[in-house]
């Protein structure tokens, strides 16, 4: 079976509104960034057996007019409208072959606000990591950086690097170099999950456990601890990294514990290295299914790994990285009774 387009249902006398999106929203603009997007998004929604909504947003530029006549000039809508529709019409072919049911509309307005407003009812929001200029406007480029901080609901960012991985060939000289320096590291069904001890990390290591079910792969944590720098200078006394390392590890094994008490069929490794955290995920998502981070983390020593950070890995990242927001999480009520957690009194 091939893929099959849902219709919006009739509101009222006066035409049609379109569903609000469950399942997986994902952003195209008729660039290659998009089309990977696309096809991860596709994949996913298979695997979840959930709709797709696929979402073209277009604003029509207003131009200055220069010389006596000061004013302003604007492009007809219906042109721009009509090259949104073309893209479209290019995504639902892209996915025609997947067994999946899908929606596909076209919106005027900014793209991260666009998108922004999707993500308050969909599941799961994808896009690549950034898209064409021009009319039809910017719909993956700083929206990949916006979108992950503000969304209600868990993000995507897939890179054109890893294309290779999705059967989408590119016409990038500078991916295909990369992608022919990695093109000997197979890649591992593992979800790694950054850690840092903050609660925020302990929401995204959940979500980041639904999706290795999800793709029958293994899960696993990360840690890592920054060597010595000016930013901890205030430190009073000397950083003694072994004792450090050693209470990590103590609150990284209570955290499998409790994990294994939600996931007892879930094969999860933890793993405590030293290094830079963004430097630590980008390592992995190059041989690794998908990275997970949270919006945000703990400061302190032990690593500020899902703050700053995140935004540092989804620039840098060889393969799909997932940004959890912060949420409520029945679950997380009994960590406290499989022992320590970093930082608490």
Not at 53 to 75: E, K
Not at 170 to 178: F, M, N, Q, V
Not at 281 to 294: D, N, Q, T, W
Request: overall charge negative.
């Amino acid at each position: 079976m091939g893929a099959h387009e849902l219709q919006p249902e009739p509101v009222g006398a006066d035409g049609f509104a379109p569903a609000s999106p469950q399942g997986i929203v994902v952003g195209v603009d008729g660039s290659e960034h998009g089309h990977c997007a696309l096809v991860w998004a596709a994949r996913e929604a298979k695997r979840r057996n959930r709709p797709l909504h696929i979402v073209s947003a277009y604003s029509v530029p207003i131009f200055a007019a220069s010389g006596l006549d000061g004013g302003y000039a604007t492009i007809d809508d219906s042109v721009v409208r009509e090259g949104a529709e073309t893209i479209l019409q290019q995504a639902r072919d892209k996915i025609s072959g997947y067994d999946i049911e899908f929606t596909a509309t076209v919106e005027n307005g900014d793209a991260s606000g666009v998108l922004l407003e999707l993500s308050e009812s969909a599941e799961l929001l994808v896009f690549g990591t950034r898209g064409r200029g021009g009319f039809v406007g910017r719909l993956l480029g700083s929206v990949s950086s916006a979108l992950p901080a503000h969304a209600k609901c868990p993000t995507v960012t897939v890179p054109l690097v890893c294309s290779d991985r999705l059967g989408e060939p590119t016409e990038d000289r500078r991916i295909k170099a990369e992608q022919a320096k990695s093109a000997h590291q197979a890649v591992e069904n593992v979800v790694v999950v950054g850690v840092d001890g903050s609660e925020q990390a302990r929401v995204a290591v959940l979500e980041a456990a639904d999706q290795a079910t999800r793709l029958g792969a293994t899960l696993r944590i990360v840690c890592a601890i920054p060597q010595f720098s000016g930013s901890l200078a205030w430190v009073p006394a000397p950083l003694d990294r072994k004792a450090l390392a050693a209470d990590i590890q103590v609150t990284l094994d209570a955290g499998m514990d409790w994990l294994r008490s939600h996931y007892p069929n879930l094969p999860a490794e933890s793993k405590l290295v030293d290094g830079s955290a963004v430097e630590v995920l980008v390592a992995e998502s190059r041989h690794v299914e998908l990275v997970v981070v949270g919006t945000r983390g703990r400061g302190g020593f032990a690593g500020m790994l899902l703050g700053s950070t995140s935004d540092g890995v989804l620039h840098h990242s060889k393969g799909p990285v997932m940004v959890v927001p912060d949420r409520d999480d029945a679950r997380l009520a009994d960590r406290d009774k499989f022992g320590p957690i970093l930082g608490a009194a």
